[in-house]
C-alpha cells in the first residue's frame, strides 16, 4: 500500500515547498508582529504575573484552562505588559521548532510545517505549542522504547487534553 498522500507528493515539489517554506514563515512573522488574541479574554501578561507573584490557580484566581496551561504564561508574566503577546507567539514558534526538530522523519516534518502554517495563528496561545512539544518528546522517548515517554505524554495531558486524547487513540488503534 503507498503511503504517500497527495499533499505529500505535492510537498516534495520544490516550487511547492519552497512557497510553503516562505508563508509559514511569513505566517509566524506577522502573527509575533501583530498578534491577534486567541486567548481572549485571558491576558497571558496579568495571568503570568499573578502565578509569578505566589498566587494558585482555582484558588486565588479563575484560570479556565488544565493546571500545566500556567507554564505557557511565565514567560509572558516576566515581559512588559506592551510585549507579552509577542512573548507568548515567540515562544509558541519555539516549541514549533523543537517539534520539527524532534521528528525524525522527511515526510512528518514536511506536513507539520504545511499545517503550522494553516493552523499557527489558531495555536499561537502558546499552551498549545508546549502540548504539541509534549506529544513530540513522548512520541520520541517512546519509540527508543524509554518508559518515561509515558511521564511525558501525561505532562502534555495536564498542560492540554489532547495528547492524552492522542495517545489513547493510538494505544487502541495503532495510528
Known sequence: MDRFTILDRALLRPATWSVV?????????????APFDVLDPVDAHVLGRAILGGDVP???????YPPGAILAFLLP????????????????IACEIGVWW??????????????SMLLFPL????FDGLAMLGVA???ALLARGDDRGWWVAAL????????????????????
Open 58 to 64: 482555582y484558588r486565588d484566581f479563575a484560570l479556565e
Open 77 to 92: 508574566g516576566l515581559a512588559p505588559a506592551g510585549i507579552a503577546p509577542q512573548v507568548l507567539g515567540l515562544q509558541a
Open 137 to 139: 518528546v513522548s512520541r
Open 123 to 126: 495555536l499561537g496561545g502558546g
Open 21 to 33: 517554506c516562505g508563508l509559514t514563515v511569513l505566517v509566524h512573522v506577522m502573527y509575533v508582529l
Open 156 to 175: 502534555g495531558a495536564v498542560i492540554k487534553l489532547f495528547p492524552g486524547i492522542a495517545w489513547a487513540w493510538v494505544t487502541r488503534w495503532g495510528r
Open 102 to 115: 524532534i521528528l525524525d522523519d522527511d515526510g512528518a516534518r514536511r506536513r507539520f510545517v504545511f499545517f
